[in-house]
């Protein structure tokens, strides 16, 4: 059984052939049962912990063979960072085994996984409802994660500007120094009604406690994606922003928890329609963007199939 470290990840991983893996993926489906969640009770004052168990395995009855394809577990332990742009503090490890024996076959680092994982699927997204135009992307939060959403969304949309912001003014500045190395134009802003406004893509990576984009703020046309990386599965918008938006998200899961997410005071004044999950638009049986000027939003907290997916694709490579 082979250990596969962060370091051995980020030597392989290239994003346009991870969200190819995904769309693959997404067509072809897999199987999961829902993920065990337990909580971790702390000492008072120390922040909350959970422990998330997501097993899933490749329809190898569907594919008619077990000759192919994985059965995999992602075990996590979620610890929330002390203010919206520090990390959350995700640990863990995947494990993978073969789909015919269940002969383990590789102990993946969890975290960085997920990075790449996430910011696949947020660009995958992207390419069915993104304008195929887009050249703006405004960044919110300047966590770990919004360097690979940026690379990632820079994969499906020819990106001339990136405009980053977080309440932390020095954590922006600290990921537009990170990723001076790019050919892209990224700069620290601190107008973010401003950027809104004038972005065509916008991707919300931190985790503020309370709506952070207004829909007034929006300009026609563009694409919001909304990746969630806690426990807190609230949309980072208003109602306004909900009512104006056509909204996608990663599962039927998802889609449940929609109408039950929204802040307190920032109601939607309708009941969410979920126009299409990513499987659909990756399949062609739901169509995503409908027109130039439509504002879109895709929101994903990931699932077992996308970590199954990247797994492998993971595992191939190293």
Not at 80 to 99: I, K
Not at 207 to 220: F, R, S, V
Not at 235 to 262: H, K, N, Q, W, Y
Request: aromatic letters at 6%; glycine letters at 6%.
């Amino acid at each position: 059984m082979r250990v596969i470290s962060a370091h051995d990840i980020e030597a392989v991983m290239r994003f346009r052939d991870l969200i190819e893996t995904l769309r693959r993926a997404f067509r072809t489906g897999a199987q999961y049962p829902k993920p065990l969640e337990c909580a971790i009770e702390r000492p008072e004052g120390e922040p909350p912990s959970r422990l998330l168990v997501e097993p899933a395995w490749n329809d190898f009855k569907a594919q008619g063979t077990s000759e192919k394809g994985f059965i995999g577990t992602k075990i996590t332990s979620h610890t929330l960072g002390a203010s919206p742009s520090a990390d959350t503090r995700q640990t863990g490890v995947y494990l993978l085994q073969s789909g015919k024996t269940g002969e383990p076959l590789a102990v993946i680092d969890g975290h960085y996984l997920n990075l790449w994982r996430t910011a696949a699927t947020s660009a995958l997204a992207s390419f069915y409802l993104s304008r195929e135009d887009s050249s703006k992307l405004l960044v919110i939060g300047a966590n770990r994660l919004a360097a690979y959403l940026i690379n990632a969304h820079a994969d499906v949309r020819s990106i001339k500007q990136v405009l980053v912001w977080d309440e932390d003014p020095l954590a922006a500045q600290r990921l537009v120094k990170h990723m001076r190395s790019t050919a892209l134009d990224i700069r620290v802003t601190d107008d973010l009604a401003g950027a809104v406004s004038g972005a065509d893509i916008i991707c919300h990576a931190n985790e503020a406690a309370e709506p952070t984009i207004k829909g007034e703020w929006l300009q026609e046309g563009c694409h919001l994606d909304m990746p969630v990386t806690t426990a807190d599965r609230a949309f980072r918008c208003d109602g306004i922003t909900m009512d104006m938006a056509r909204i996608f998200v990663g599962s039927p899961l998802e889609a449940a928890e929609t109408a039950e997410s929204r802040q307190e005071g920032e109601r939607s004044t309708l009941t969410p329609e979920i126009a299409a999950y990513l499987a659909e638009l990756c399949q062609g049986s739901k169509a995503g963007r409908r027109f130039y000027n439509q504002i879109t939003l895709f929101k994903s907290a990931g699932s077992p199939l996308e970590d199954l997916a990247t797994a492998g694709h993971i595992f191939l490579r190293t």
